[in-house]
């Protein structure tokens, strides 16, 4: 049974950091995508970044380009995101997913987490 838990939300002042992990347990070799994406109540979850396992590449969306990066330790099979320069508005409900095919479409990701929160005050 595959599972993934995120850890590492938290609440920071708007410019500080903070790094979120996911850990995957069960075997997901058939999924080669790791992607992370947010949540606010009442909203459509948000593709935010992902990574291929295989080493093909990261991707982010546009507005944490050049502010959160995405990266992976497979021995551990963990991957995380580290989130500089936070802003009010990245205040969400974090979840870590596993998939294959397109990094940003939400139903590519078969495996979720259970969510972290990140909370970014001004």
């Known amino acids: 049974q595959v599972q993934l838990v995120e850890s590492g939300g938290g609440s920071v002042q708007a410019g500080g950091s903070l790094r979120l992990s996911c850990a995957a347990s069960?075997?997901?070799?058939?999924?080669?995508?790791m992607g992370w994406f947010r949540q606010a109540p009442g909203k459509e979850r948000e593709w935010v970044a992902s990574?291929?396992?295989?080493?093909?590449?990261?991707y982010y969306t546009a507005s944490v380009k050049g502010r959160f990066s995405i990266t992976q330790d497979n021995a551990k099979n963990t991957v995380y995101l580290e989130m500089n320069s936070l802003k009010p508005e990245d205040t969400d409900m974090y979840y870590c997913?596993?998939?294959?095919?397109?990094?940003?479409?939400?139903?590519?990701?078969?495996?979720w987490g259970q969510g972290t929160q990140v909370t970014v005050s001004s």
């Open positions: 997913a596993a998939g294959r095919y397109c990094p940003a479409r939400v139903h590519d990701y078969t495996y």
């Open positions: 069960g075997d997901i070799s058939s999924r080669n995508l």
């Open positions: 990574v291929y396992t295989g080493g093909g590449g990261a």
